[in-house]
């Protein structure tokens, strides 16, 4: 019998060396002539533990990391393949209590199966929730998803039910769905996790919102800085087609649903969803006026339904367990769970996924370990580049929708990026302009100049030039931008920016 | 430039729904930029104006219209990886290669980009060299790596 091992062939494994890990462990195992097969799983989302190795024995899977290279003798030699005892050996895997604390409902596979092979997909409740969608009619699936209480996890939490009933009740020749894997946000990584982790997950919710809205072609936009996501999507999508899972007669509905993958090039804006289906298109990513809404009047004047990787992702556990069992999850109006992704100055960064409600500070210290640096944290961007940066002492707020946007700041897509006390933040708020600036679509004044105005006023205040004066100019500015952008990318900026501020004065000189 | 190499890639590409961004990826795969002839060629089969093609070219940063070095280095200057050095990490890798962004180094094996985010943070900094992204990147990893790579180019 041969033992199998596993080693992650996600690219943030692969960054930390899991590549030559795993050419190393089946060489090693071809000298000691021992059969081995070789797994190469999604990541665990454990990132200190890069690359993480795996070997399944009888008392389950016992997990060894961060495993380099040359351990790799020294492991074999040890005994790992019995999972005996090693300076890097960490037990069995489950009971890490990073990943033991977590609720994985989107990210149930991850990390556990080989993304490509449809057998492990079957085999770990893989297409319940497709085989469950042909069974219904549109609306039932529609009402499930609805009652589910899952709003879209890109980051404006808009119920997907509604939207979703929107593009149902529209009257079209064509019908599209759309994901949207743009994840441009800094500290974001979910999707990319999911996508070549177990991609037939977001597959899967694709074709039952096919199916849910009548709607036979589907679009995956991924972003050019993700060239294995996008391999690996290809691959999986052709072999679910084989198989019967998206085609002509999608799980024997009799219903059609084709579906390819497409590549950004290189543009936060195309993450908006308008710019995204401009880009779609084939134009430059400028951001459209609504309405008319994408549901409507969405890729090629159709309509559309476009969703995150997360909401997609959302949608097989729904169908499967039904709306009751993912609405248990979460609090208030945040149901169900969402994928947090701990980066930054974390000792432990990765990927936690838990329902709504736990607060920042478990997250940053009971997850993530508090800081690497062992310096204090200061400030905390949750919700990507437009997001605001979080005081200390706003740490014990919920992670709930309504929660942080009451204090002025937002969940978003989940990102968690955490700073020690060596932060600058007037360098920060300084960034987040030049970031609008970089990434402006150009078609409204207030983002496309406001934003290099912004990085002008902020240099003056950093200098010391006439602070008083352009800390108002600044906060004028902000006001503008925040009013007069047509897209939250010129009218969130100035969360960042204020929250910068406000929280930490000091850093600006006032 | 081999103006028939082009034509082949484009009629490949030319039936896709939304075919531009196809076939200007296509394009730079195969070439490394896209070359100036390209953009007549695309505006007729895509049956678009040569300034349309010229815009949407030059809006993306991924496409270049100038052969770029043997390898591409792209640094992540976005948040997660400012918290953990990139500031530091980012001068450093100017100063060792000589360049600033968008430039290329004299023995033309590098060109350096700024990139927004590699999906990679919780292993902050990274970068990418070519297709292979690497995290945790010190100042003495990126000398190796570097190396490593100036081999290879
Ligand atoms: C500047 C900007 C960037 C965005 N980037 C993304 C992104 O990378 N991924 C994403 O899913 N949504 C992004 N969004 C949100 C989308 O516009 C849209 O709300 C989302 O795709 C809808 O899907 P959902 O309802 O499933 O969240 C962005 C929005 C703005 C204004
Ligand atoms: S706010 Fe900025 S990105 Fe959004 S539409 Fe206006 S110019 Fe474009
Ligand atoms: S912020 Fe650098 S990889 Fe995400």
Partial sequence: MSVKIYVPQDSGALSLGAERVAKAIAAEAQKRSLEIKLVRNGSRGMFWLEPLVEVHTAQGR??????????????FEAGFLEGKPHALALGPTEQIPFLAKQERLTFARVGITDPISLDDYAAQGGWQGLKQAATLAPAAIVKEVTDSGLRGRGGAAFPTGIKWNTVLGAQAGQKYIVCNADEG???????????????YCLIEGMAIAGLAVGATQGYIYVRSEYPHAFKTLNATIAKARDAGWLGPDVAGSGKA????????????ICGEETALLESLEGKRGVVRAKPPLPALKGLFGQPTVVNNVMTLASVPIILAKGAAFYRDYGQGRSLGTLPFQLAGNLKHAGLVEKAFGL??????????????????????????PLGAYVPEADFDTPLDYEAFAAKGAMVGHGGVVAFDDTVDMAAQARYAMEFCAAESCGKCTPCRIGSTRGVEVIDRIIDGTERTKNVELLKSLCDTMLAGSLCAHG????????????????DFGV | MDLAALQTIINAHRALPGAMLPTLHAIQDEMGYIPEQAVSLIASALNVSRAEVHGVISFYHHFRTAPPGRRVVEVCRAESCQAKGGRALEAHVKAQLGVDWHQTTNDGAFTLEPVYCLGNC??????RIGDDVHGRVSSETFDALISEARVEA
């Fill in chain 1, 62 to 75: 016992i997990a060894y990391g961060p495993v380099q290279a040359r351990d790799v003798a020294d492991l």
């Fill in chain 1, 185 to 199: 946000d800094s500290g974001t990584f979910s999707d990319r996790m999911l996508m070549e982790g177990d991609p």
């Fill in chain 1, 257 to 268: 649903f084709e579906l390819e993958a497409r590549l950004g090039a290189g543009a936060y």
């Fill in chain 1, 359 to 384: 607060t920042l500070r478990e997250l940053l210290y009971d997850y993530g370990g508090g800081s690497a640096s062992g310096r204090p944290l200061r400030a905390v961007q949750v919700g990507g």
């Fill in chain 1, 491 to 506: 009218g969130m900026t100035p969360y960042p920016v204020l929250s910068a501020l406000n929280h930490f004065p000091s």
């Fill in chain 2, 122 to 127: 919780a292993c902050s900094p990274s970068l």
